[in-house]
């Protein structure tokens, strides 16, 4: 249809007030135009009508022979405004045939004011520079933005919630653990002014922290422990998840976090951790099914990685403009294979593709919260060995000083390894201690020979009687990053144990030691023991001075797992660059079959929409260069969208409320200065991530009551004011994690191998191959749930149950679904009743005395473990009632009793039926809303 | 605020103003206040997502029934007779024919390969089919037959995941999650849309291919398991009788009530409806699968085994499901792939899947219209896409994937009966008429059922999604 001028006044407006507010352009015009009429008259030229276009000002008010769309300051001579006012159907805008609805006449009058206000267009807010803002020093910087606001409506803010509400909150929110009933009083006893505030610091400096932080960066990084698709076999990708536990503990800032995962590779002289931090765009699918063409999954996972680049850092849905122009955001299709260049040249392909041997604790550098070693356990008795020779390779020598310690000098060779041969008064030997000592003659006093008196111990090995011996866990006092002790042991020349440090707290050349642990004890008694330290890494890295003992009893595991065998390290995926870049064009409606060679080759490059473009343009641009130009701090997406998902995880809905979408069909902020000042300040503070979570939940707001208030039913019926708290369900994972705690089985070891715990049978009934599970063993299955074994085609129940995400694309924000399902999970889950009777079984234990003088006390314990505070009296009097009931009814069904209690006693003296009872009460108290809901 | 959010929050008001918990004030539930602004976005009842809806349109299917057919059955063997591939059996094909097309599995020196099942034309209609399909003859006037079906794409998994949610690769939503978005669920005990599963194994790309991607969670399919508990967790633990679980829900029903008095929070009602609706479904799901009280003639029509699993079980269990007001039915059964290798091959194996398929299909058209379930009923079958023409050589002879051409047929609520829509050429290659494409059968199926296929849309980081995408073309000549 023309574009033909209609001859009708705007009379059909009169009668309209007359005062006129000012209009805003992104406020109140840009949304009806993205919605209504860009589709048509936006950035797509394919798709464009009559040659015009509105998305611009110079679009809107070009010429179109003799009149145009907009004319600034007379609305009558406005083309639009007639067209979307007309009566003729034939005329009106949006056309009938578009199925968009028809301007309401308020929209309409906006856009008579906006027009003879001058028509004036303003960029769209998000890509615009980050604003000034100073509020008031006096004053929390978040409470002022949001008190601002509700001054302006006469509203104030809730009271603050209660202590016990707001322990449980914190603990929920930042370490995704319940506060036990000793935290909490202890909360609730500290009368010191900061006493909230010394909470925040202690939770932030838990490990803890990166387990339920890292959790929340794992779903925008889509990871998952299998390749998708059909076959869907499982991959080793848990040293990433590893990386990022790590990462956020240490508080590494967003913009060097960012870098490593995007380009960590082609850093200069990147270190083994940066390496496997680009494991970020290796959760990409594996399509192994027969018959599949590996360079369309390759394409598809390049694709897959420009639209989660677009996503987790812009905020954007890029991925509209693979096969057109973007229609509402100004991203060009060619922009888009410009990103996808930066991807295109990654030397993965489908199945095949570079990685990193990792061992088991590499990448978690500060050793987890050490699990609870029990006293019983004997520790190593060392002693010393007895060298009957010591030589090198090369023929060097090594000299026994008093101390029983071997010193080196100049004449050891390159890459030269020790063989010492020792004898020991020991029957058997469990591990073997070695230390390093410094020594004056060595540079800089050793202990190493290297100039910096560092060394780099390639291998470790021990040969008994000529036969080697498998070692299977390695510990040391002190690693330096990327040069894990277990790298001695990994039979893995080019990687080694170090122990020099870039940390200010790291002693440089000082004595240390490392210990290895045998399989199992072996028996020496008589026999020739000989030990090898090579040095392959580096030339001229060798060890300076040390000495050798051994134990009959190995040192109990603190960094190495309980249990699980020797820790082989794995092959990780991870990016690298091919050595001849591929070349990149359009694909037509992204079918990779149809490269656009016409429109001629696509080299990197970024949106220009958004943000100053590329240091570096053309053909050299790589993926480094993306990832600094996503954090440059002229680029205003990424600090807004990131503080802003922060912001979510906390009240439950983002400053911006469509998270995933910051372009022109987004929403608005509710309080743009303080998505503003969050994002300053997350920059000024080097992008660390725990001040700005400290910043957050500092805020009075942070710490309101949730409780549903009626005032502002009218007023603010969705919240969007934050005159209260969120009151939201927990993540799957957290259910689970909540449920551990309050049962005090908790296993609480960080990082490693997943986990399996049991699960139904006919889980796989639904899919093409069945997957390994072979449930763990011992304390493993009582690991948190970020560690259980994530199949893609088929998780673990819970997952799917409780809205997590499959992990087939990015996931920016999960869903919060209520369903029948989840009654039924965990009330009848075996694992859910496994976690009741523990809690139980603890309550007994920990109220001792008559079971039924006690029933009150204990079951107030078990709400007190699971819900963070006392019960309120109807809440009592409602669980025991049923604890009464229950405790009749299996005393005279005692088979029902042992049923609920499955072979475990209780403590106490306590009677069976009183035990099941408890055992149900538990299991109530589990399924009530309150459990599995953050107040 | 933008209108819509605003509207939401009417709509939600206005159903807590109805509820009667006495709570004037409203938390909303964060799933359902992004809907987009088209038309037919359906009003959901945050506390009852599952209640039934009515479509926007006049709709003539109520409930959906869809046969998965998984690994592709040979329409040359079942439904495409084609005597020109008889005769020009082990000559290679034209090359025309192949120009710029792509196989999964063929080398291109593959030769034709003709059929050697016998076919009769059957019906008023004169459907063409196969000695391997003696019972469909029973239904050859009661279907629509589809000869010109179509997709995009040639592996199994993306294929499977292209014809449930219109997308090849997986997390978007599927057609039964879009379903039950739509109209919620007849049933108020039993879930809304049930996927069930026969066969050696599962089907390719697992449970993506009933998740309800971007929807909410409400929506995505529960698998019904044929063996142990037919719902995960149905079964209270040990010592639980139904007696003591009364008093168990009763107990946290009662401190989920203290809570929402407390906190003033209705998320807590829709907690204590999903507790009364598990409840409820312990019950009414072992009463669904068991199929003791139907009778000898009901199981002899399907060809079931009273307690056995098997597709023909698993065709009652769709009737009674359809029957008790369950939405949108998924029957998978495996192994169609018959590319000539072991377990896979075109005669024995293929006779004995579409012997496990074939009666129980018919008997299920049958049966529907019996108990006059068929005239609200939408019953779908096909594969992910169709086999060649030429033969594929493994250990026997068999045929690759085939996405140009191949045959599924519809029956039921407002499809024409007796009706062949679709031919295509000499060789069975390509469609020369009545061409339709998985993105039409789509918008076909959502028509059917009261949508507009352009109008059903959920926005999602900025888009407004849809089952057909941007595609889609109502197939009106199979319309009653």
């Not at chain 1, 309980?562 to 359009?586: C, D, H, I, Q, W």
């Not at chain 1, 205003?636 to 009240?651: A, C, E, K, Q, S």
């Not at chain 1, 025991?880 to 009749?888: F, R």
């Not at chain 2, 339709?436 to 999602?460: C, K, N, P, S």
Request: net charge positive; aromatic share 8%; with cysteine.
């Amino acid at each position: 249809m023309m574009f033909r001028p209609l001859l009708i006044t705007l009379a059909l407006l009169a009668g309209l007030p007359a005062a006129e507010p000012l209009v805003s352009f992104n406020r109140d015009i840009r949304p009806i135009l993205a919605n209504r009429c860009l589709q048509c008259h936006g950035p797509d030229e394919k798709k464009r009508k009559s040659d015009l276009r509105l998305d611009t000002r110079e679009g809107a008010l070009a010429d179109l022979g003799g009149y145009a769309a907009i004319v600034p300051g007379n609305p009558d001579a406005s083309e639009l405004l007639k067209r979307i006012i007309t009566r003729d159907p034939e005329e009106l805008m949006p056309p009938g045939k578009s199925k968009k609805p028809r301007l309401t006449k308020s929209e309409a009058l906006l856009f008579k004011q906006w027009i003879s206000q001058g028509a004036e267009y303003q960029g769209h807010w998000a890509f615009e520079p980050l604003s000034n803002q100073q509020p008031p020093k006096d004053e929390h910087p978040v409470d002022h933005f949001i008190r601002k606001k509700l001054t302006e409506k006469s509203l104030s803010p809730a009271p603050q919630a209660d202590r016990y509400t707001l322990i449980r909150r914190l603990y929920l929110d930042l370490i995704g653990l319940l506060p036990s009933p000793e935290q909490i009083s202890a909360f609730l006893n500290d009368q010191s002014l900061q006493a909230y505030e010394n909470l925040v610091d202690s939770l932030l400096d838990n490990p803890h922290y990166g387990e339920r932080w890292g959790r929340h960066w794992l779903d925008q990084a889509r990871y998952a422990d299998s390749n998708g698709y059909s076959i869907d076999s499982e991959r080793q990708m848990w040293p990433y998840r590893d990386w990022v536990i790590n990462a956020l503990n240490q508080d590494m800032p967003f913009d060097r976090f960012t870098i490593e995962q995007i380009a960590g590779d082609l850093l200069p002289d990147a270190t083994r951790s940066q390496i496997a931090a680009t494991a970020f765009h290796r959760n990409t699918l594996i399509n192994q099914e027969g018959g599949s063409d590996p360079e369309q999954f390759r394409v598809e996972a390049t694709m897959d990685r420009v639209n989660t680049t677009g996503a987790v850092w812009l905020g954007l849905t890029i991925g509209c403009a693979q096969c057109h122009t973007h229609k509402f955001d100004p991203i060009t299709q060619r922009e888009y294979y410009q990103m996808f260049a930066f991807f295109n040249n990654a030397e993965d392909r489908n199945n095949t593709g570079p990685t990193i041997s990792i061992g088991e604790n590499e990448l978690i550098h500060k050793p987890a919260e050490r699990a609870k070693t029990s006293p019983s356990i004997a520790k190593p008795d060392w002693i010393p060995a007895d060298y009957t020779s010591h030589r090198t390779a090369s023929g060097a020598t090594l000299t026994r000083l008093d101390d029983n310690s071997l010193l080196s000098d100049n004449t050891v060779g390159p890459n030269d390894s020790y063989h010492v041969t020792t004898t020991t008064p020991l029957s058997v030997v469990s591990a073997l201690r070695l230390r390093v000592i410094p020594h004056e003659s060595l540079p800089r006093g050793g202990p190493g020979r290297a100039k910096n008196g560092n060394f780099v111990l390639s291998d470790i090995k021990l040969l008994i009687d000529g036969k080697e011996q498998d070692l299977a866990h390695a510990a040391a006092d002190h690693s330096q990053p990327d040069y894990s002790v277990e790298h001695a042991i990994d039979n893995n020349p080019q990687s080694g144990w170090a122990i020099n440090g870039a940390g200010p707290d790291t002693k440089m050349n000082a004595p240390h030691e490392a210990t290895f642990s045998l399989e199992r004890p072996v028996k020496v008694k008589g026999k020739k023991i000989e030990v090898r330290l090579s040095h392959e890494r580096n030339l001229n890295y060798q060890i300076g001075r040390f000495a050798l003992d051994f134990s009959a009893i190995a040192p109990a595991a603190n960094s190495s797992p309980p249990a699980t065998g020797k820790t082989k390290p794995v092959n990780l995926m991870v990016m690298r660059e091919r050595k001849s870049p591929r070349e990149t064009f359009l694909l037509t409606r992204g079918d990779f079959t149809r490269p656009d060679r016409e429109k001629g080759k696509v080299f990197p490059g970024s949106i220009a929409a958004i943000a100053p473009p590329l240091e570096k343009v053309g053909e050299t641009g790589n993926r480094l260069d993306l990832a600094r130009w996503l954090v440059n701090p002229a680029n205003p997406l990424t600090p807004r969208v990131t503080v802003n998902r922060v912001w979510m995880r906390y009240f439950g809905r983002g400053l911006v409320e469509t998270e995933e979408d910051f372009g022109t069909r987004g929403s608005l902020p509710s309080h743009p200065g303080l998505l503003d000042y969050l994002a300053k300040r997350f920059i000024r503070d080097g992008w660390s991530m725990k001040n700005l979570h400290r910043l957050i939940v500092t805020s009075a707001t942070y710490r309101q009551s949730s409780t549903i208030r009626k005032d502002l039913a009218d007023k603010d019926p969705r919240n969007l004011l934050l005159a209260r708290q969120s009151r939201f369900r927990l993540d799957a994972e957290i259910i689970r994690d909540a449920a551990l705690s309050a049962s005090g089985m908790l296993e609480p070891r960080i990082g490693g191998r997943g986990i399996r715990p049991p699960q139904p049978a006919g889980i796989y009934a639904f899919t093409q191959s069945r997957k390994g599970w072979s449930t763990s063993k011992g304390s493993e299955r009582y690991r948190r749930a970020m560690y259980i074994v994530f199949f893609r085609s088929s998780p673990y129940p819970l997952f799917g149950t409780f809205d997590a995400p499959d992990f087939q694309t990015t996931c920016t924000s999960r869903a919060r679904s209520n369903t029948p399902l989840q009654a039924l999970a965990i009330a009848n889950d075996v694992a859910f009743m496994e976690l009741a009777r523990g809690l139980a079984l603890r309550v007994i234990n920990e109220v001792p005395g008559d079971a039924a003088a006690q029933r009150e006390a204990r079951i107030s314990r078990a709400v007190m473990l699971a819900l963070g505070r006392p019960p309120g009296m109807d809440e009592l009097e409602t669980l025991l009632n049923y604890a009464q009931s229950m405790v009749k009814d299996f005393n005279k069904d005692g088979a029902a009793a042992k049923s609920l209690l499955q072979g475990s006693l209780p403590t106490n003296g306590t009677s069976l039926p009183e035990a099941a009872s408890l055992v149900a009460v538990a299991r109530t108290i589990f399924n009530t809303d309150n459990f599995i809901t953050r107040e | 605020m933008s209108s819509l959010l605003h509207l939401n929050d009417q709509t939600r008001r206005h159903f807590f103003g109805q509820c009667g918990v006495g709570i004037g004030v409203i938390a909303l539930n964060e799933l359902f206040t992004r809907d987009s602004i088209a038309k037919h976005t359906p009003a959901i009842n945050p506390a009852q997502p599952m209640a039934a809806r009515t479509p926007p349109l006049p709709g003539k299917a109520k409930n959906v029934i869809f046969l998965s057919m998984a690994g592709a059955p040979s329409q040359l063997e079942l439904f495409e007779y084609k005597p020109k591939l008889n005769e020009l059996s082990g000559k290679a094909p034209p090359k025309s024919l192949l120009e710029g097309k792509r196989f999964a599995f063929l080398k291109g020196n593959e030769t034709l390969l003709g059929s050697t099942r016998k076919f009769g034309r059957y019906g008023k209609c004169g459907m063409h089919l196969s000695e391997m399909f003696p019972h469909h003859r029973k239904i050859a006037d009661e279907v629509t037959w589809l000869r010109g079906m179509t997709t995009d794409v040639f592996n199994h998994g993306p294929a499977k995941l292209f014809m449930n949610t219109g997308f090849q690769a997986p997390g978007r939503p599927s057609m039964g999650s879009w379903v039950t978005y739509g109209l919620g669920s007849e049933s108020q005990d039993l879930p809304g849309f049930v996927v069930l599963q026969s066969g050696p194994r599962g089907p390719r790309a697992g449970n993506s291919l009933w998740a309800s991607g971007f929807l909410p969670t409400s929506f995505q399919g529960v698998p019904f398991r044929s063996s142990g508990d037919p719902i995960l967790y149905l079964k209270s633990p040990d010592g639980f009788t139904r007696e003591r679980e009364r008093t168990f829900y009763d107990t946290v029903s009662k401190l989920n009530h203290i809570r929402m008095r407390k906190t003033g929070d209705p998320e807590i009602l829709t907690r204590l409806n999903a507790y009364e609706m598990a409840y409820r479904m312990q019950s009414s799901a072992p009463e669904l699968m068991d199929t003791s009280k139907e009778s000898d003639k009901t199981l002899d029509l399907y060809g079931a085994k009273r307690g056995e699993p098997s597709f023909a079980n698993n065709c009652l269990l769709a009737r009674r499901l359809v029957e008790r007001g369950t939405r949108f039915v998924q029957l998978y059964h495996t192994n169609w792939d018959s590319h000539g290798g072991p377990g896979e091959t075109l005669n024995k194996d293929f006779e004995k899947v579409c012997k496990d398929a074939d009666q129980a299909s018919a008997a299920l058209i049958l049966d529907l219209k019996e108990r006059g379930l068929l005239d609200e009923t939408l019953v779908v079958w096909g594969g992910e896409f169709g086999r060649t023409p030429m033969g594929e050589i493994r250990k026997t002879i068999g045929r690759d994937h085939h996405i140009d051409a191949f045959t599924m047929w519809m029956a039921g609520a407002g499809v024409k009966k007796g009706y062949i829509h679709g031919e295509t050429d000499e060789l069975g290659f390509g469609v020369i008429d009545g061409k339709v494409h998985v993105h039409d059968l789509h918008a076909t199926i959502l028509h059917l059922l009261g949508f507009d296929h352009e109008q059903l849309t959920y926005r999602f980081q900025g888009r407004d999604f849809r089952l057909t995408d941007v595609h889609g073309k109502i197939v009106r000549e199979i319309l009653t």
